[in-house]
């Protein structure tokens, strides 16, 4: 397992991970998209499969 601060916004489509994240979690890069970021630059990101998540009792940290 493990643990690390992030900010999720649930009504996104998808979640970007820093690398060392994707890499710590042993996720599969299984393709590659242009992510659009809202100062307009635009980068390839590797794409792992979808996750699911379930928020603790309390405050807002997240189990993936």
Known sequence: MHETQA???TGAIRTVLAREIVEKL?????GQQMAK???GRQEAIGLTKA?????RPKGAAFLL
């Not at 042993?26 to 299984?30: V, Y």
């Not at 996750?51 to 928020?55: D, F, I, L, S």
């Open 26 to 30: 042993g996720l599969r890069i299984r």
């Open 7 to 9: 900010l999720v916004d």
């Open 51 to 55: 996750m699911g998540y379930k928020p």
């Open 37 to 39: 970021y809202a100062d």
